[in-house]
């Protein structure tokens, strides 16, 4: 996927305010960036929002759209919403996550790992910053503990080669951020904890399935992967957000991102 080196930058404001943010910032920018260039978001939003604000909250809106025109396309959710409602409703088009399981279902991963890369990074309607943590916390309480810890990790893995899997350090972070790049003492820390875990690599194979997930050419769709939610992701009756889990709450925000109290 070719990048606009020059165009990413502008994005993020003047030279000044690019040099002050944290390397963890940048790439987590560097990510956002191509996920909207795949999408097709490139209206810049002209409501004022910090940048780690979640896409339902102020972040690009489709292409060609003004932001009160983007708020008037969101449809009220069923009264008993499933993942799959949520996919349909606040998550669309999902294209990065989309192609990222099917990435994952083409070279023959177990279910887990596909619904693992589907999810990986839904929680950016709701919040960029540390979203691995954040994706993690959402999702834990309806999905397997070995699929949410892969999701929390895989955001500290990206900066780290595994060659045993064909997971480089990817060129496109070299030519943006530069070859002496150095991620934040924390992700190091996390990628060293992580590395020793019995569970290393359910968190490393989300990465060989996402950062190569940018194809713009490639079509996808929710329906292959029906089943696999079906199987795997313990939907509440209730619906979620209304399940009175510890996490109902951040459900709810998808639903309502409007409410103001």
């Known amino acids: 996927m070719h990048i606009n080196r020059r165009a990413f ?24 960036h191509m996920m909207e260039t795949l999408d097709e978001e490139t209206t810049a939003n002209e409501l004022k929002v910090r940048r780690g604000a979640g896409f339902l909250f102020g972040g690009p809106t489709p292409s060609g759209s003004t932001p ?44 887990e790992m596909i619904l693992a890369c589907l999810l990986h990074d839904v929680v950016l309607n709701l919040i960029k910053v540390d979203h691995g943590w954040w994706g993690a916390q959402l999702l834990e ?30 060129e496109l972070y070299t030519r ?20 020793n875990h019995k569970w290393y690599m359910e968190a490393r194979m989300i990465t060989v399935h996402d950062i190569y997930a940018f194809d713009p050419n490639m079509k996808v769709s ?32 998808l639903i309502f991102p409007d409410m103001p109290l």
């Open 68 to 111: 009160e025109e983007f708020k008037k396309q969101l449809e009220p959710m069923p009264a008993n919403p499933t993942l799959i409602d949520f996919f349909r409703y606040r998550f669309a088009p999902a294209t990065h996550v989309l192609q990222s399981a099917t990435d994952a279902m083409k070279k023959g991963e177990k279910e």
């Open 9 to 32: 930058f502008a994005t993020l404001g003047t030279a000044a305010a690019v040099s002050a943010m944290p390397a963890e910032t940048l790439a987590d920018a560097l990510e956002h």
């Open 222 to 253: 929710l329906e292959p992967f029906t089943d696999i939610i079906g199987r795997h992701f313990k939907q509440p009756e209730e619906g979620l957000g209304y399940d009175n889990s510890p996490v109902a709450h951040m459900w709810r925000a």
């Open 176 to 195: 943006i951020f530069g070859k002496d790049y150095e991620p934040p003492t924390y992700i190091r820390r996390t990628y060293e904890y992580a590395r």
């Open 141 to 170: 309480p309806y999905v397997s503990e070995k699929v949410s810890w892969g999701i929390r990790y895989h955001q500290a893995l990206r900066f780290f080669p595994d060659s045993s899997v064909g997971y480089e350090y990817p």
